[in-house]
T-cell receptor, first 110, second 115 residues
Framework: AQSVTQLDSHVSVSEGTPVLLRCNYSSSYSPSLFWYVQHPNKGLQLLLKYTSAATLVKGINGFEAEFKKSETSFHLTKPSAHMSDAAEYFCVVSDDKIIFGKGTRLHILP | DAGVIQSPRHEVTEMGQEVTLRCKPISGHNSLFWYRQTMMRGLELLIYFNNNVPIDDSGMPEDRFSAKMPNASFSTLKIQPSEPRDSAVYFC?????????????FGSGTRLTVV
């Protein structure tokens, strides 16, 4: 059975410092993996997706994620946080079902 | 394209009333999903359609919930009768194909409050 685990429910970083949001998954097959962002009172927006091409995936707003099969991870990173990055981030795994992680709320400290 | 359009944005209703949420998917997308989001349970998939046909409704909480997709450009989620525990944000999403690497485009959601 597939599953997705976001290891941190909250992450706080200072503006201008790197961001790391962690995601581990389990899947019987080669899954598709996604990161979505949800700003307050908004819908979810696709940040990036991995679909068995390049393992390092670049998304919007300077985010990227690396698929590591040996570690079953798909962590989301950004070199330098901006205040506008404050939001909730969801890791999603999709093979025969679509499973959302519980979300990680990113706080940016001035 | 205007994206996935949901209406209403906010709905406040009294317990026992019928509630209908509406969704217009992106033109050309053939998969449509209804999700519910609460603080306690996060995002839950309620039902999804492929080519207007309900494929998996195992996430629908109970018989009070029903969903239809009469054509490729419109879907409804109905709750009858509504209860306070149904209060949540309901999202509709559409995709070019189910689960197949395309990602999903979400609407802005309907915030439902049942009092």
């Amino acid at each position: 059975a597939q599953s997705v685990t976001q290891l941190d429910s909250h992450v706080s970083v200072s503006e201008g410092t790197p961001v790391l949001l962690r995601c581990n998954y389990s899947s019987s097959y080669s899954p598709s993996l996604f990161w979505y962002v949800q700003h307050p009172n908004k819908g979810l927006q696709l940040l990036l997706k991995y679909t068995s091409a390049a393992t390092l995936v670049k998304g919007i707003n300077g985010f990227e994620a690396e698929f590591k099969k040996s570690e079953t991870s798909f962590h989301l990173t950004k070199p330098s946080a901006h205040m506008s990055d404050a939001a909730e981030y969801f890791c999603v795994v999709s093979d025969d079902k679509i499973i959302f992680g519980k979300g990680t709320r990113l706080h940016i400290l001035p | 394209d205007a994206g996935v359009i949901q209406s209403p944005r906010h709905e406040v209703t009294e317990m026992g009333q019928e509630v209908t949420l509406r969704c217009k998917p992106i033109s050309g997308h053939n998969s449509l999903f209804w999700y519910r989001q609460t603080m306690m349970r996060g995002l839950e998939l309620l039902i999804y359609f492929n080519n207007n046909v309900p494929i998996d409704d195992s996430g629908m909480p109970e018989d009070r919930f029903s969903a239809k997709m009469p054509n490729a450009s419109f879907s409804t989620l109905k709750i009858q009768p509504s209860e306070p525990r149904d209060s949540a944000v309901y999202f509709c999403a559409s995709s070019f194909a189910y689960g197949e690497h395309y990602g999903y485009t979400f609407g802005s959601g309907t915030r439902l409050t049942v009092v």
